[in-house]
């Protein structure tokens, strides 16, 4: 899954609190991916033409890829993608997967996903949640910087324990439900 | 299992070593290319390796950050180091086994692996 691009959107639009959440829905067969962000929106207008993978307001290359691949990604498991935003005030970009899909993308290593938007983004802060089979986990970047005062998120010895933080809570989790 | 508890010990045996208010003209920036075909071509255990090796050195004013496209796909992974007072200088094809040279040479030593650089591989 292009946690990252689509991560990465959030963080270009000035966000300072995005939120990921990867939730495993049994009784739907869903796993379901959502990237919530309080960046600057997007009009009804480029809603619109986000998903088509020509529209792009970057200039190094003139596709945008991020959107329309995760929306594919999506569909093609039989699930549905949606996304809401409202300029000023943020977005939400949800993803839902057939859980036992054949075609479903792997997890990926959303640890290092995670932990690498913080380390890069030091400034933002992050919210990550898994839940799955009754269990949950939340790891809080707010909570971290109140523990750290100074030190600065993006220090490599911080970077390393978020990582290893995420993957220790989240893989017994992940793994129960068989999604890893 | 890994608790917040944890990371106060952290902060403690970096507040010995960091300068937490460091000036941005001092600090040593290893940069990994994290666009799609840099993630394919394995810049993620990269970026892993350049943060493991670094924090266990405890080297600091050294930060490892992502950008997207470099533009030059067929190099990835990329890793730009700039040091304080010196050149860009771009790791190709980099691979976590090459990290601990780079850290050791370039970071600690401040003598570039040229035989890793993009110069030598167009060569
Ligand atoms: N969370 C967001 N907040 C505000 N604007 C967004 C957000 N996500 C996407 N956009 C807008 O939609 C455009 C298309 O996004 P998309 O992810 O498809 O491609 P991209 O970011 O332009 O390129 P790529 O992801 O391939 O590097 C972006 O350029 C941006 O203008
Ligand atoms: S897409 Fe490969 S370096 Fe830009």
């Known amino acids: 899954m292009n946690v990252l691009d689509v991560a990465q959107n959030?963080?270009?639009?000035?966000?300072?609190?995005?939120r990921i959440s990867l939730e495993v829905d049994d009784a739907r067969?869903?796993?379901?991916l959502t990237i919530e962000d309080d960046g600057k929106g997007m009009t009804e207008e480029t809603i619109s033409r986000v998903t088509d993978p020509f529209y792009t307001t970057r200039t190094t290359r003139k596709?945008?890829?991020?959107?329309?691949?995760?929306?594919?990604?999506?569909?093609?498991?039989?699930?549905?993608?949606?996304?809401?935003?409202?300029?000023?005030?943020?977005t939400c970009v949800q993803a839902e997967f057939g859980l036992h899909h054949i075609d479903r993308a792997p997890v990926g290593d959303m640890a290092s996903t995670v932990a690498g938007l913080i380390q890069c983004s030091p400034d933002i802060d992050f919210v990550y949640i898994v839940r799955a089979?009754?269990?949950r986990f939340c790891a809080d970047t707010r909570e971290m910087r109140a523990v750290l005062g100074d030190v600065p998120l993006s220090e490599p010895?911080?970077?390393?324990?978020?990582?290893?933080?995420?993957?220790?809570?989240?893989?017994?989790?992940?793994?129960?439900?068989?999604?890893? | 299992m890994k608790s917040l508890q944890e990371l106060a010990a952290i902060r403690d045996r970096m507040k010995q070593t960091v300068n937490t208010r460091e000036a941005a003209h001092d600090t040593t920036r290893v940069v990994v290319g994290m666009a799609t075909c840099g993630i394919a071509a394995g810049a993620r255990p990269v970026l892993n390796a350049f943060t493991e090796e670094i924090a266990r050195r405890e080297l600091s004013g050294v930060l490892v950050t992502q950008t997207g496209c470099i533009g030059l796909c067929q190099y990835e992974p990329i890793v730009e180091i700039t040091?304080?007072?010196?050149?860009?200088?771009?790791?190709?094809?980099?691979?976590?086994?090459?990290?601990?040279r780079v850290v050791a040479e370039h970071l600690i030593g401040g003598k570039p692996v040229t035989e890793f650089?993009?110069?030598a591989a167009a060569r």
Not at chain 1, 68 to 84: C, D, N, Q, V, Y
Not at chain 2, 83 to 100: A, D, H, L, N
């Open chain 1, 133 to 135: 089979a009754g269990d």
């Open chain 1, 157 to 180: 010895g911080v970077a390393q324990w978020i990582r290893e933080f995420i993957e220790e809570n989240t893989q017994p989790i992940l793994r129960r439900s068989n999604i890893v």
């Open chain 1, 10 to 18: 959030s963080v270009a639009a000035g966000a300072k609190l995005i």
């Open chain 1, 63 to 90: 596709v945008g890829l991020g959107l329309p691949f995760l929306k594919m990604a999506a569909e093609m498991t039989g699930g549905a993608f949606s996304i809401r935003s409202q300029p000023g005030r943020g």
């Open chain 2, 117 to 119: 650089t993009i110069g």
């Open chain 2, 83 to 100: 040091m304080p007072g010196q050149e860009k200088v771009t790791y190709v094809k980099m691979t976590p086994e090459k990290v601990s």
């Open chain 1, 29 to 32: 067969e869903r796993l379901v």
